[in-house]
């Protein structure tokens, strides 16, 4: 198996309403935003980055709970958002608050 692990600290900049698959699983889809400094090529740079996300299961129930703007960390990989799309959405597999 080959990596695909993202760590990322962020705040919640959109949030859609909780769902639930065909088979009753809860699902929701929401935004993180990230802020950070970074060193690249030794230079300090600025980094500012939305990514789409998705929960699914009882982190998708914990996530529907958190605030717009609240700080907090979330582990996933990435994947295409469908078969036909090439659109990336992290898949949040932990969360914490920070």
Request: hydrophobic fraction near 40%; glycine fraction near 4%; charged fraction near 25%.
């Amino acid at each position: 198996m080959e990596a695909n692990q993202l760590v990322l600290d962020g705040t919640l900049c959109q949030l859609e309403t909780l769902r639930y698959t065909p088979a009753g699983v809860p699902l929701i889809e929401c935004r993180v935003r990230h802020e950070s400094k970074q060193i690249e090529a030794d230079s300090e740079r600025v980094v500012k980055v939305e990514v789409a996300a998705i929960a699914i299961g009882d982190l998708a129930r914990k996530l529907s709970q958190l605030n717009l703007d609240q700080l907090f960390r979330v582990t996933g990989f990435l994947a295409q958002k469908s078969q036909k799309s090439q659109q990336i959405v992290l898949h949040i597999c932990s969360l914490e608050n920070i």
